[in-house]
């Protein structure tokens, strides 16, 4: 059974080979129950091969995953956890939404019915077509519909809003939040970077099959770039304050402005630049692009 102390999803060594390709390499992860991880990477990182481990839809090469504690391989036991939204939503083209969505719950580990036609609402699905003739967005909608109606312990969520519109995005980002204050454990994994930074409390960054960072949002921030631009009374000093603690880059903007990329915290230089004569600073912090970009640059992927 659950016991508290078992993360939702723990990777050990997990390591995955097509052929020649190495698409995971020993990835060791931990997702605590309650917490919405955000699962990021370029294209080609390694990302839905992971997922596809978790859910034993495919054995690892080298160590393994385990959902609350329970072998991946075991199939039935952590598919009773979890529930799922795969990248590429398929749906049998003869069946109607409302038949697929009973389907999905009769296969589930238990669906709130009521919570589920509240949702169908939300999306502004209607369940009385064929899944033939429905767009891809309302195919995601009916595997999000029935994922978010499961009480499953954990949600896994490959890409799940990439064929939503805006609205839909929201009802999404309302029901995520329902999730977790259900005490659900959400995995999601996205390209989305509004979306990972509006909904996720931590994040992993796949590069290459190798996980190269698992942080706080906030952390993530702090730890990277800070941008700084200081204004002087007059000119700016020669050598435009390269020496500033933590410099990475400095560019003259006009006469008496800088702007400096500094790494790591900016403690050290703000306590040094306040000794200069200045007129105005502005602090600004990377957006999560751009400290993805930082990431996801030089090598590629
Ligand atoms: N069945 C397969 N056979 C051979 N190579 C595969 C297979 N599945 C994935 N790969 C390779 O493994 C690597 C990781 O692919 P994966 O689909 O996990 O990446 P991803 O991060 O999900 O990418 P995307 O964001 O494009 O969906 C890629 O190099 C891919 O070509």
Partial sequence: MNTPTQPAIR?????????????LD???LEVETGEVFGFLGPNGAGKS??????????????????IFGTDAADIVASHSRLAHVPADVALWPDLTGAVVLALLAALGPGTDRGYRAEVVDRFALDPDRRCATYSTGNRQKVALIAAFATRAQLLILDEPTTGLDPLMEQQFRICLREATDRGQTVFLSSHQLAEVDAVCDRVGILRAGRLVDVAGLTELRRLRTTELTATYAGAVPAGLRADLPGVEAVHRISASTIAVVLSGAPGAALQQ?????????????????????????????
């Fill in 11 to 23: 990777t050990e060594g997990l390591t995955k080979r097509f052929g020649p390709t190495l698409a």
């Fill in 26 to 28: 020993h990835l060791d």
């Fill in 273 to 301: 630049l306040a000794t200069d004569d200045l007129v105005a600073v502005d602090v600004r912090e990377p957006s999560l692009e751009e400290i993805f970009l930082g990431y996801y640059g030089g090598a590629g992927s």
């Fill in 49 to 66: 091969t992971t997922i596809r481990l978790i859910l034993g839809l495919i054995r690892p090469t080298a160590g393994r995953a385990l």
